[in-house]
């Protein structure tokens, strides 16, 4: 009689590696397969599974080197546990990814062999992984999306940046009236990024030009470094020193903080990679597309810049990052429109900007964003909102209930995938 060999694992971009792992551990016995659910993938590893679990049991019965499979019911890296129980198996097979003490002592105690494969592709074939798969398709999908110009393309696997609070402080004329936080997430490039819309383009074509087709694998903090001062080397004509906090959301993956005190560059930076705060916050944010910024837009006229003013803002960042790790939803939501309510005192110029006018005939005009605002702060489920960067223009990034309950009746939306590490 054939021993019962066992095998766990997620198998949501199912491929060719898969199968001859399969392959490779059915020539021990006779296969059993224990597979990810669903709530277990979202709660480990922080996000969604682009297969139901339903279809991925499926698939995965459908390979003629599985005996058969089930779905796992426990939780965590051991979810597989309860199924042992079902299945009974003489053998656990990991690959060389997959294996830890924990397993290894699992076996022990209930006398199972315990079996480390190296990781192969079948003959022929080129290595996989769910990771590389994934990698190579967002590539794909990005370099093939429409642009009006070449550039954009260049450009397209470059992270962007969408700041949560506390932004303006990371110019000198703001913080040296109060120091304070600057929040950011780096977010993968899953939708255009177009043009004059408050996602930090002219700071991704900065980076274009010194890497075309992706960030260095280098320390993000150096990097965001070298592309700040590349960005404002000293022969630029207009004299405006970009603000740091573009650099760095775009070049430190997760969630980042920065603490500004009079200087361009911040005296501290503070990181969370923690998958399950970054998962929290892509379920509660998402973009709302507005018109770009118009040509000649200045959202600096009129600003009015005060201590008080400035407090607010640092005050409200601060209480900003700690809703977001507590998973604080009213609280985040909160501190968010205080971040906003506190930028658009110093300048309402981000919601009523000025249209500078092109001849000396033609007077200045000014635009509203505000009935776009007043629009979609109404709509059920909002909590929060804010308009990207300077604003002037560009999307609001809002704070909802639930992301996939606000896109399904909104689908003009857009959700945002923050980059891990």
Request: proline share 6%; aromatic share 10%; glycine share 8%.
């Amino acid at each position: 009689m054939p021993k019962k060999v066992f095998v766990s694992g997620c198998y949501d971009l199912l491929h060719s590696g898969h199968v001859e792992f399969f392959r490779q551990a059915a020539e021990y016995g006779d296969l059993y397969v224990g597979i990810g659910s669903d709530a277990t993938i979202e709660d480990y590893k922080g996000h969604k599974t682009l297969f139901p679990e339903q279809e991925r049991l499926f698939m995965v019965k459908a390979i003629r080197y599985v005996k058969d499979a089930y779905i796992n019911s426990g939780s965590g890296v051991m979810d597989f546990v309860p199924t042992l129980d079902i299945v009974r198996p003489d053998i656990l097979i990991v690959n060389a990814e997959g294996g830890n003490e924990d397993k290894r002592r699992l076996c022990e105690q209930r006398g199972m062999e315990y079996i480390v494969l190296e990781r192969k592709p079948a003959d022929g074939l080129e290595a996989r992984s769910s990771s590389g798969l994934k990698k190579q398709l967002s590539a794909k999908e990005a370099s093939e999306r429409p642009s009006s110009d070449s550039q954009k393309t260049r450009i397209c696997n470059i992270p962007t940046r969408v700041d949560l609070a506390g932004t303006w402080i990371d110019q000198p004329y703001i913080s040296r009236f109060h120091p304070g936080w600057a929040i950011t997430v780096s977010v993968l490039p899953t939708f255009e990024i177009r043009d004059f819309c408050g996602l930090s383009t002219s700071t991704r074509k900065a980076i274009c030009r010194i890497w075309p087709l992706e960030l260095p694998k280098m320390d993000p903090e150096t990097t965001a470094r070298l592309i700040f001062c590349f960005e404002n080397a000293p022969e630029r004509q207009n004299g405006f020193v970009s603000g740091a906090q573009d650099a760095i959301g775009i070049c430190i993956p997760g969630l980042c903080r920065h603490y500004y005190n009079d200087h361009y560059w911040p005296e501290k930076i503070e990181i969370c990679s923690e998958s399950g705060v970054l998962w929290w916050l892509e379920q509660h944010l998402c973009l709302i597309p507005l018109a770009p910024r118009p040509k000649g837009c200045s959202v600096v006229e009129e600003k009015d810049i005060t201590l008080p003013k400035v407090k607010a803002l640092a005050d409200a960042s601060d209480r900003c990052w700690h809703a977001i790790l507590a998973k604080n939803l009213d609280g985040f939501a909160a501190a968010y429109r205080d971040s906003f309510e506190a930028q658009t005192a110093m300048f309402p110029g981000m919601v009523t900007p000025a249209i500078i006018a092109e001849g000396e005939n033609t007077p200045a005009r000014k635009i509203s964003l505000q009935p776009d605002i007043d629009r979609w702060s109404a709509e059920d489920g909002v909590l929060a909102w804010k308009l990207t960067g300077a604003g002037g223009g560009g999307y609001l990034a809002m704070v909802v209930r639930d992301t996939s309950e606000f896109m399904a009746a909104h689908p003009e939306a857009t959700e945002i995938h923050i980059r891990r590490n």
